[in-house]
């Protein structure tokens, strides 16, 4: 594959449709993407990932909770965290719709 062309709209209808949290759109070895949305309220079930991992964040407000590290997050956030790191998301103010990267792909 050397090129590949998406929409934040259509990977969120997407996402919406399938029922699930996440929705991912790219997959090589080298890294994964995908869409992670969390309604506001909502808790954030994820678990430390094997792959480095980062995030930008669409839509919405929250705090991000991170190893010792904790801030506000909103659009236009960026955040990365190391593989194996314990992470969340809580205090969800805004539906949050966060566009994920991990590397290499996740496992």
Same mark, same amino acid.
């Given at each position: 594959?050397?090129?590949?062309?998406?929409?934040?709209?259509?990977?969120?209808?997407?996402?919406?449709?399938?029922?699930?949290?996440?929705?991912?759109?790219?997959?090589?070895?080298?890294?994964?993407?995908?869409?992670?949305?969390?309604?506001?309220?909502?808790?954030?079930?994820?678990?430390?990932?094997?792959?480095?991992?980062?995030?930008?964040?669409?839509?919405?407000?929250?705090?991000?909770?991170?190893?010792?590290?904790?801030? %506000?997050?909103? &659009?236009?956030? /960026?955040? #990365?965290?190391? $593989? !194996?790191?314990?992470?969340?998301?809580?205090?969800?103010? %805004?539906?949050? &719709?966060?566009? /994920?990267? #991990?590397?290499? $792909? !996740?496992?």
């Amino acid at each position: 594959m050397k090129a590949r062309f998406g929409n934040v709209g259509e990977i969120a209808q997407q996402r919406a449709l399938s029922g699930k949290l996440y929705r991912e759109f790219l997959r090589v070895p080298a890294m994964s993407a995908g869409l992670y949305v969390l309604p506001a309220g909502a808790s954030d079930p994820q678990t430390p990932h094997h792959e480095d991992e980062m995030y930008y964040v669409v839509r919405g407000r929250a705090r991000f909770k991170a190893g010792d590290g904790d801030r %506000e997050i909103f &659009a236009g956030s /960026v955040l #990365f965290v190391a $593989a !194996e790191v314990q992470h969340y998301f809580y205090d969800i103010a %805004e539906e949050l &719709a966060l566009l /994920v990267f #991990f590397a290499p $792909a !996740e496992s």
